[in-house]
């Protein structure tokens, strides 16, 4: 699977990177989130996982335009973040994510772990 990891820190995005290309996925990282807009445009991952708080761009606002692409509308988007607040929450589920993840209760492994049953929801059904 091609997946999209958005995020500004590059210890955290290593360690996720490191765990997901290990299960087999190709990872790209992007910094900010006008460089996930590139990315996201030109690569068309299978799977976004987006961080909230970014620099140039936020994650939310990434998600927003994501969604008014039409060519871009379909491609699932996990939110990786430690922003719990529940209106921002309560949005990004209206603009139709397929997770709320938060990183400081998510390991490498347990979101190495979320995906693939998530993949396997996604087969099956």
Do not use: F
Request: glycine share 8%.
């Amino acid at each position: 699977m091609k997946i999209l990891l958005t995020e500004d820190d590059p210890i955290v995005a290593e360690l996720y990177r490191v765990r997901l290309d290990r299960e087999g996925h190709d990872v790209a990282v992007a910094v900010d989130g006008q460089m996930a807009l590139e990315r996201i445009g030109r690569d068309l991952p299978d799977l976004i996982l987006l961080d909230i708080r970014m620099p140039r761009l936020s994650g939310l606002g990434v998600l927003e335009q994501v969604r008014e692409n039409p060519a871009l509308k379909d491609i699932p988007v996990v939110m990786l973040t430690n922003y719990s607040d529940p209106a921002q929450v309560q949005r990004c589920r209206e603009l139709g994510i397929e997770g709320y993840l938060l990183k400081s209760r998510t390991t490498p492994r347990q979101l190495a772990e979320w995906i693939a049953d998530w993949e396997g929801k996604r087969a099956a059904g």
